[in-house]
């Protein structure tokens, strides 16, 4: 039974959180369960000492992008998300080869750094992007390409999945099983007009957005960190939004290709 603070701290920690979600989706919304089989690369964010062991403390996903490195979100590992300061490291595992949070299949990985660029927070950034080095390395395998910046991966209008552990429908019930959904790219314009009056603010440089046109898939809480691939390659990093699959707020990810030259700084 997941806890109150359990339930408080998700919510807390990812910045999908400006407008209502829209009820009734029973997956991430609008998709479906995936085997980790077929998507190795993408890992969930833990701790069991901060979160409980419900769900195995998942609060945050991640992705796999060489045998010891992971990508995630930069505000998925802030003091004010977590309660304690990054550096402190030794309450953090990256869970790996685990579809459901509630079994204890694959492995959880201590982590031996972390570097999140000061530049690259949350909320004065040009992008929301963290590394992370693992204790142990993972099979080759597991790692998916990131797509450079002339990449066709980054067409509007190409078809991108989604992957997450988090909520499904916008009132705290969170996903135990690994789920997917579908969402194309869309045109830095749309997303520039889309959030011109929001408080946050889209920068093509560092972001991208997708969705579907009539709303109804999304990432939503709990998604964070998690990656958005298309044509084999990762493309973004679930990172920001209004409201989880709304028609009007596609969902905004920090764009892999411009964080390139920071993640090869943190091999």
């Known amino acids: ?13 990812t910045s999908l959180m400006i407008t209502t979600i829209p009820k009734g989706a029973n997956t991430v919304i609008g998709g479906h369960p995936v085997d980790v089989s077929d998507a190795p690369w993408v890992v969930a964010l833990a701790s069991r000492e901060i979160f409980g062991d419900n769900r195995s403390g998942q609060f945050c996903g991640g992705v796999v992008v060489s045998r010891r490195t992971v990508l995630t979100a930069a505000h998925c590992l802030s003091q004010k998300s977590l309660g304690i300061h990054a550096a402190d490291k030794s309450n953090l595992r990256v869970i790996a ?6 079994n204890t299949t694959g492995a959880e990985i201590p982590l031996t750094s972390i570097r999140i660029d000061s530049g690259m ?5 040009p992008g929301d992007v963290a590394t992370l080095t693992l204790s142990k390395s993972l099979p080759a395998s597991y790692s998916i390409p990131i797509a450079g910046p002339r990449d066709k991966a980054y067409a509007t209008g ?5 992957y997450g552990w988090g909520d499904v ?4 019930s ?10 194309h790219l869309l045109a830095d314009t749309e997303c520039l007009h889309a959030y011109a009056h929001t408080k946050r603010q889209y920068r093509p440089n560092s972001m991208l957005c997708a969705g579907v046109r009539d709303g109804g898939k999304d990432a939503c809480q709990g998604d964070s960190g998690g990656p958005l691939v298309a044509l084999g390659k990762l493309v973004g990093l679930v990172s920001w939004g209004s409201g989880c699959g709304s028609s009007k707020f596609p969902g905004v990810y920090a764009r892999a290709s411009a964080a390139a030259e920071y993640i090869e700084g943190s091999q």
């Open 97 to 102: 080869g685990r579809k459901d949070l509630g």
């Open 158 to 162: 190409t078809t991108a999945e989604i």
């Open 121 to 125: 927070g949350a909320n004065a950034s």
């Open 174 to 183: 969170y996903a135990d099983v690994l789920q997917s959904t579908q969402v």
């Open 169 to 172: 429908n916008g009132d705290g």
């Open 1 to 13: 039974m997941r806890s109150i603070n359990y339930a408080a701290s998700l919510i807390m920690i």
